[in-house]
């Protein structure tokens, strides 16, 4: 097994978008997208205190992520969504 460590973006302007190498390293790297998707676990687990999960059923514990889920982008757009309403806090 062959192990890469996941690059900055900063690594990657040296190399000429077009070249080989540049779509090569872009394909193997995924580190923008785990970033993305790990955000809302982290507020999951930060924010609502969600951190074991509890066994009482599959329908149950669905239902309960995806409340958490909903719950978490709210908490993600919440400062777009006091600008918007005209309410600004820090």
């Known amino acids: 097994m062959i192990w890469q460590v996941a690059a900055r973006w900063s690594n990657y302007k040296k190399f000429n978008k077009l070249s080989a190498l540049y779509k090569a390293k872009r394909k193997i790297e ?3 997208m785990r970033a993305k998707v790990e955000h809302p ?3 999951i687990k930060r ?3 969600y ?3 509890r066994f009482r059923g599959l329908a149950k ?3 309960q ?3 958490l889920f909903t719950l978490s982008n ?3 757009a919440h400062t ?3 600008t918007t309403a005209g309410e600004v806090r820090p």
Do not use: I
Request: hydrophobic share 50%; charged share 20%.
């Open 65 to 67: 992520l995806v409340t």
């Open 41 to 43: 676990f982290r507020v």
């Open 61 to 63: 514990n669905t239902e």
């Open 80 to 82: 777009h969504l006091l």
């Open 47 to 49: 924010q609502f205190g």
């Open 30 to 32: 995924k580190a923008k």
């Open 74 to 76: 709210l908490w993600m």
């Open 51 to 53: 951190v074991k999960t």
